[in-house]
Structures are given as C-alpha cells and as structure tokens.
C-alpha cells in the first residue's frame, strides 16, 4: 500500500508511563492511531467485497483528525491493497483534472484529448498500477476538488473500480458528484464528533508520555473540544505556563495557574482569518462580556456580517425575552481573552458597554476588573453568584472584594462563606460570618440571613473535629459570636427564623426552597457525624412524597437516606434506592439539580455500594456511565474507580486510578479527600509489594489532616490498617477488630460487618462468632457471605469456606475470594480431605483452562516441597531410601526425614498407604478422562 501523507496530530506513538521527572519532549517515530474505534470499524466493513457501499464521506472540522483516521485505516486494513492519495486546493481547483495532474501525466496524448477519453486512461491507468489488488481512493479537501477530477472518482465509484474515503470540512461545498453517491448510498457519511473524554486521555498521555489526571484531561477536553490538533496545542500552551505540571510520575492540572495558549490561538486562526475588524470586534466583545443584545449589535455591524459569523460556527442566537447574540463556543472566548491586553479591553469597554441585563455576570465583572473600572456592588453578586454556581469559587471570592461594603450585606458575605466551604477552606467560611456578625450585619430577618445560618451551620460541623490549643480556642470564640448551642443550634435557628418569614407572608415558592435546603442541611449534618439512625427517622418520611418537592430533591433526599440506611442494617433496601437513584440521575439532567450536587449524590452511592460489600454493582453503575456522565467526572469519579478496584483488592488497577487523583489532590483538595485517597493507595501499593510507595501515602493518610467527615474517615481508617497489616503488622488484625467494636457500638452496622471480615483475613479467628453475630442482623448479600466466611472459618470447614469464596467472587471481591479460596485448600489438606483437594484444584483448572491429567496427581502432591515431590513419587514407586539417596546426593537419613514429613502432610503412614493415593489419583484422572 503507497502513503504519501505526513503523520498528523492524533497519530502518535504510545509510551509507557514514567515515574520522576518530566519526560522530554520527544517526535513519536512510530504512528499509532488512539481512539474512534467506531469509525475505524466502519471504515473497515465498507472495504469488504459483500458490502453494499464502497467506501464513506469523513465530515470534520479542520484537526479533527480525518486525515489520521484514514491513514489509519489504510495502514490496518488496506495493506494489500492499492491506494491512490488525492488532495483538493484552492489552486488545483481552477484547472480541469487538476488533483488528478500527477496521473495526467502518464497518459498517451491522445488519451487527454477528451473527457470521456480521460475518464477511461486514468481507470485503465489505475487497474494496470494495481495488478489486480483492490484499489482504494484517498481523497483529502475533497470540498476543494474541480469538477471533472470529482466526476473521474466518482464514475470509478460507480463502476465499482475502486473504494473511496473522501474528507470534507464542509459537506455543504461538496461537489454534487459526491453527493449523488451519497443518496445512492454508494458512499456512506461519517460524521467526526469531538473525542470523548477518555480518547482525549488516552493521546494526552501518548504526547506527553506519562499518565495523566483524570481532571487535567477533562480540563484540557473542554478547552480543545475534542479536538484533537486543539488538545495538543493546548497540553502544549498548559505545560509551557505551569497549569500542566509534572508531579510525582503523573501529569496534574494546577487550577490557579492562567495560561495564554498562543499555539492554541495560532491553531485555531483559520478560523479567524477571514473576519473583518467590526467581526472581530464583535468577537472579542462577546469573549469579554458573553452576551449582548442583537438590536445593540446590529447598530455596529451590519447584518450581512454577523450572518457570516453565525454561518461560521462562532456565533449562536438565543431567545430570552428578546434575541441574544453569544460565541458557539465559550472555549473560545476563554483563548480570545487571553489575547486582550489592558488597554484594548479599555477601550472595548468605552466604545462597547455591555448591557448588564443580558451580559453574563462573572464575565463582565471580570471585564471591568481587568479594564480598572468599578465594579458595582450589584453586578460583584451577582458575578460570585454566577461563580459559586459554575464551580469556580477562587472568581467568586475576588468579585466579593471587588465591593468594599460587601463585609455588611447578608448576600455578599453569603456567597463569601460558600465560596471558601466550596474551596475547602471552613474555618475562612466561618471567619467571614464572624466578622459580618462583628460589624453589626443579619440584624433583622431576611431569606439571606437564613441561607447564611445554613451556610454558618455548614462551616462550624466541618471545623468541630478541630483538636484543641489554638484552633479549639478559635473555634470556641467563633462559636461564642454565632450565640447559638454550636451548629445544630444554627439549623434550629434558622427553622425559627423561617417560620417567622412565612408568617409574613413570604414568597411560597422561596418558603418551599429554603425548607428543602434545611432539610438537606440536616442530612448533610447527620451523616457528617455518623448519626445514621437519625438521618433514617428525618429522611424516610420525606423521601416518600416522591417527586413533590422536585425530582432532584428526592434524588438528594435518597441518597442521604441509601448511605444512612447502608450504613445501618438496611443494606438491601440501601441498594435498591441506589438503583433507583442511579436511574434518574443517568435518565437525564435535573432541572433542580446542579451538576456539582449530581455528582456528589453519585459518589455518595458509589460509596455506599462499596463499603456494604456491592463491589460488582458499583462497577456496573460505573461501566455504564464512563464517557457519558459530566456531571460525575474528574478527580471525584477517579477516586471513586481506583476505591472501587481497592476494594475489590485488585493493586494494580487500583494504582493506576488512585496515584493520579492522589497526586491531582496534592495540587487542589476543595473536598478533603486526599487522606481517604491516600489510605487506599497505600493499600493498594501494598498489595504491589511497593513498601516505599505504600508508606509514602501512610503520611498523607491522617484523617485529622482535613475536615472530619464520618464515612470517609471510617473508609480511610480501613484501608490504614488493611495496608498496614499487608506491609507485616503484628496488631493489625487486633486494630481492624477494636474499629469493629466501635462501629457496633455506633449502630454502624455495615463498618462494623466490614471490619470484622478484615480482622479475621489479618488472622483474628477469635472473632469469628462476633463476626457471625453481626451478619445474622444484617441485610444483604455480603452479610450472607458473611455468616458462611465465619462458619467456616471459626469451624474449619472448607466446604463453607468454598460457599463463601464463590459468594465473595460474585460480589466482585477478587482477592477476598482468593484468600478464601486459599484457607479452604488449607483447611482441607489439614483434614486429610482429599476429595476437596482435588475438587479445589479441579475447579481451578477449568477456571483457568488447563487440562486436566498428571495435574490431579500433582493436586494430591501439591503441599509438598518440590524435593518431597520427587522423593514420594520415587518411594511410591517402590525406590529404596538407599537408591533415593544416591539419585539425589543426600544422605539416607536425610531422605527418611523427608519421608516422615510427606506421611504427616498427607496423612499416611506407609509407603504402601503413600502408593495407594497416588494410584487412586491417577485413577481418578482417567476416570475423568473417559
């Protein structure tokens, strides 16, 4: 097969992750396509004789990677064939036959003196090239192809001469050969969509040779847009500014780093090339202020021109009381702001003021901070409105200072104390109360007094597991200042405070709101504190009114109620509400909903699942939704896969999940959840063998590092003495056991189920009929797995042993299962239960694909030394000691040692007894065999 391209920005060279310092910058020799493997499937199936159309139309925007994907498919599943490379341009399309020149010119003369003559050189030309392989035309720009080169690849279509893969920009300007094929269906179309989240990854991770976090990638996916020539100037522009950065072996996002992206700019200016000033004016003005009215437009630029820009793709009209101009792509306006110096958004700003009733709020304030104007107090909230709401509260926290009185305004300070809990920061959110409280503020009764008792409460629960010395002092003044019994006592007086507003005839629809938020306030309060019998008695009533208060309350209300009911002695109800929640949340979006409060309700589910044992269930909920869920992305749904693979007991894949987050914590923790995380890396690493590492995230693990949350705290502690005990503690078993008490103690039920299972795998046998009193009040799968674990365990029963490992295996627990697995062979050899033996490492074998035969001897030798191997087969085979030891230079004492210890291992006490098993061995083989 002939190539005459170059290698394009998707077709890289893969590399193994590295570990240390930044790898070099380095040109990939090899091509290796990443991704679209739809496409390439379907590519493939149109080049197959029995297929109805003979090749596809690629539609993409420039650096969507047509190019690469039909090299791709070339180089895979055309390499016995005989391809013809064709490209269109703007030069070549203003002579006849002018992509077609380089085959013209092997023509006889008087073949090129017609059409039609022409048409039939070239097919006759290619036929005899070809020698009779399959001919495929490559076709790239094919927008830009003359007609009569269009007519010659057509009719060679139509003639069923040759296969065809044609690109296209923009199929609108294809030529009307192309589209007559596309009607027959003679040439099937494919649209190249952007890359989805987990392809972008997968070639991030190729161009920068090593891995990279889940947020970075998604990150660097919205920026880009999938594409992929975008995505690599833009890792490129992240790297050279810092927001990309090297740490630990892994590729993070630093989120306060600004960056310039002059490649990403210098990539994306085709798009920009053909505008006028007054378009590109217009342009910059949206980037700056994202919406403006088309009235306020139209009077400085003629129409014909925002026409243009519209059918450009970078503009989109919307409708919201009156017709609004915005960017398609507010990626876009990001790239262009980094282009807008001081002194142009100045000026932009005087001659173009933005309507603030229909401008976006953060993106103006953001405009008049940079140009040096005053912001008013107004449009500073509702710019950290906007901020806070669209997960970006660093911005929310700088649009608040920008009002110097907002220290006085309920609102502002408000959005200050969520801005700072959504940074994970709760002793700034719950200074910022105190000093609105000391300087006279909330002195009356408004709805923002009441969220900031909400927000108050919020910031207080997260801080009381503050130690004592200086932070429990400064705690206690806080508490002092609130006048209120601690947080609790601020959710009550902020129910008074409510009701005194509903008496005033307040709003019903606010009245209704701000009794959901308390609602919810309680249940996040409950379950921070590990009070899951109170949370079951506040929720379950409330969650049975269905969809009245809204379906994404109830999907709120659930959630808190599956963890509450999980964590109890509910699990099988726990897990049939995670179901039903899962549904709705992947059914489609919430109109009551915001993504960040999906995505938490999704993890609190996970979570759920995976502490009471439903490892399977969690991976399927998680398998089903990988590319298609944004609300649950970035380092939130990392974690929860690598906590997933780590309870599964699977180290490596864990590792691969749970560094990456680790690291990308390191860099940014608004949720505290680096110690948790780190617990289960350490685990995990652990389970690798990799001391060092598993030490290393030892350190980062101490729950009192962050604030104090009760489920995650207990979930770290876990993995702590997991890893511990697998790193060769000697009281880890003990440990795991006393956490077990407590959670029994607590009405935890699930932890404490799940904490006696560890401490009797660390070894604690004792606990065995603890464990079994505490599965037997249980729901669920697990905790029947449980009381067979127990049994067999307390009772050294290996056929109980066996019922628990296939129960463990079901459930997703791999190496629970080993282990189990592994204690049953134990036990059973121990018994002298041959039968069990060999069924043990029958069904082994048939797991694993061997064949069965001398194997079942081996299964009755397998608790021997390799030494004691041979010598029992020599012995059953009627070998003198004498003779045993001159084959094997040992002395004959030596070998009557060895033979004493086959007899106590498998429980015979003859050579005669010794010949008889493996006879009955082999016997048992070949009765198989038949």
Not at 654 to 675: H, Y
Request: contains cysteine; proline residues 3%.
């Amino acid at each position: 097969m002939e190539n005459h391209h170059s290698t394009g920005a998707n077709a890289l060279k893969a590399h193994p992750p590295t570990i240390g310092t930044p790898p070099a910058r380095q040109a990939a020799p090899d091509a290796l396509f990443l991704g679209r493997s739809g496409l390439v499937k379907a590519m493939a199936e149109r080049l197959q004789p029995e297929s109805a159309a003979s090749g596809c139309l690629l539609i993409g925007e420039a650096g969507s990677g047509k190019s690469a994907l039909m090299r791709h498919v070339l180089q895979v599943y055309g390499r016995g064939s005989y391809t013809v490379h064709i490209r269109g341009s703007a030069f070549a399309r203003r002579t006849p036959f002018g992509a077609l020149t380089f085959l013209l010119s092997d023509l006889e003369p008087e073949a090129s003196s017609h059409p039609v003559l022409i048409l039939r050189g070239l097919t006759e030309l290619v036929r005899e090239r070809a020698a009779g392989r399959t001919v495929i035309l490559a076709v790239d720009n094919a927008e830009e192809l003359d007609e009569f080169s269009a007519m010659v690849l057509s009719q060679m279509v139509v003639n069923r001469s040759a296969h065809m893969f044609a690109a296209f920009r923009d199929f609108s300007a294809a030529p009307s050969e192309f589209m007559g094929l596309w009607r027959e269906g003679l040439l099937t179309r494919l649209d190249l969509e952007p890359m989805l989240p987990s392809e972008c990854s997968h070639l991030l991770e190729a161009e920068l040779r090593g891995p990279v976090s889940r947020a970075a990638a998604e990150d660097l996916t919205r920026v880009s847009g999938g594409n992929p020539s975008l995505l690599l100037a833009a890792a490129a522009d992240y790297r050279d500014c810092g927001r990309l950065a090297f740490s630990g072996g892994v590729w993070v996002l630093s989120p306060n780093m600004e960056c310039a992206f002059p490649r990403l700019y210098a990539a994306m200016g085709a798009r920009l090339s053909a505008v006028t000033e007054g378009q590109r004016e217009l342009l910059d003005v949206l980037a700056l202020c994202g919406a403006l009215p088309l009235l306020q437009v139209l009077e400085r630029l003629d129409s014909t021109e925002v026409d243009a820009l519209q059918e450009a793709g970078l503009l989109q009209l919307a409708h919201s009381g009156v017709p609004v101009l915005s960017l398609a792509e507010p990626a876009f306006g990001a790239i262009l702001r980094t282009q807008l110096d001081t002194a142009r958004r100045n000026d932009l700003l005087k001659r173009f003021p933005p309507d603030q009733d229909v401008a976006w709020p953060h993106l103006t304030a953001e405009w008049f901070i940079s140009a040096g104007a005053k912001v008013s107090a107004p449009l500073a909230l509702s710019a950290a409105q906007a901020a806070n709401g669209s997960g970006n509260p660093a911005a929310a926290e700088r649009f608040i200072a920008a009002d110097p009185n907002h220290i006085y305004s309920p609102a502002a300070v408000l959005e200050l104390t969520l801005s700072h809990l959504r940074r994970g920061d709760a002793r700034a959110a719950a200074d910022a109360v105190a000093r609105h409280r000391a300087c006279g503020g909330s002195t009356g009764s408004s709805l923002e007094d009441v969220r900031l008792l909400l927000a108050e409460s919020s910031a207080l629960c997260q801080t009381e597991g503050a130690r004592s010395g200086e932070n429990g002092e400064r705690l206690r003044l806080l508490r002092e200042q609130t006048h209120a019994d601690g947080h609790a006592g601020l959710l009550d007086e902020a129910e008074t405070m409510l009701a005194s507003l509903k008496l005033q005839e307040m709003e019903r629809g606010e009245a209704a709101q701000l009794e959901r938020d308390l609602i919810l306030a309680r249940a996040r309060c409950l379950s921070q504190h590990g009070q899951y019998r109170e949370s079951v008695s506040l929720l379950t009533g409330i969650y049975a009114r269905g969809d009245e208060n809204g379906r994404g309350f109830r999907i709120l209300v659930g959630s808190w109620l599956c963890t509450a009911w999980g964590m109890t002695d509910r699990q099988s109800d726990a897990q049939e509400l995670a179901a039903t929640l899962w549904h709705m949340l992947v059914d489609g979006s919430q109109p009551d909903l915001t993504r960040d409060e999906a995505a938490e309700a999704r993890s609190r589910i996970i979570h759920m699942l995976l502490v009471t044992g439903a490892v399977s269930v969690a991976a399927e909920y998680l398998a089903a939704d990988e590319d298609g869920g944004a609300s649950y992305g970035g380092t939130l749904r990392e974690a929860s896969e690598g906590m997933l693979h780590a309870f599964a007991g699977r180290g490596a894949a864990a590792t691969a999940k749970l560094l990456p987050a680790v690291r990308q914590l390191e860099a940014s923790d608004p949720g505290g959840l680096l110690p948790v995380v780190s617990a289960a890396a350490a685990y995990a690493a652990a389970l690798q063998g990799h001391r060092d590492r598993a030490e290393e995230h030892l350190r980062k693990a101490d729950p009192g590092s962050a604030p104090k949350h009760a489920d995650l705290q207990r979930t770290g502690t876990h993995f702590i003495v997991l890893a511990r005990g697998v790193l060769g503690s000697a009281d880890a078993a003990e440990q795991m056991a006393a956490l077990a008490d407590s959670d029994e103690a607590r009405g935890a039920g699930a932890y404490a189920l799940l904490g006696l299972v560890s401490a009797v795998r660390l070894g604690s046998t004792d606990t065995a009929q603890q464990l079994l009193d505490v599965a037997s009040g249980l729901q669920g799968r697990f905790a029947r797995f449980a009381e067979d674990y127990a049994k067999g365990s307390g009772g050294y029963d290996a056929q109980l042993l066996l019922l628990a490992a296939d129960a463990a295996a079901a459930q997703g627990h791999e190496l629970l299962a080993h282990e189990t697995g592994e204690r049953a062979l134990e036990v059973a050899s121990g018994a002298g239960d041959r039968a069990t033996v060999r069924f043990i490492h029958r069904s082994r074998r048939l797991q694993s694909g061997e064949v069965e035969g001398e194997g079942e001897v081996e299964d009755c030798l397998r608790g021997l030394t390799t030494r004691e191997r041979v010598i029992a087969r020599h012995a059953a085979a009627g070998t003198t000691n004498k003779m045993i030891a001159s084959e094997l230079s040992i002395s004959v004492r030596t070998v009557e040692g060895h033979l004493y210890q086959i007899y106590s291992k498998l429980h015979v006490g003859s050579r005669r007894e010794l010949a008889r098993l493996i006879a009955s061995s082999k016997a048992a083989s070949a009765q198989g065999e038949l």
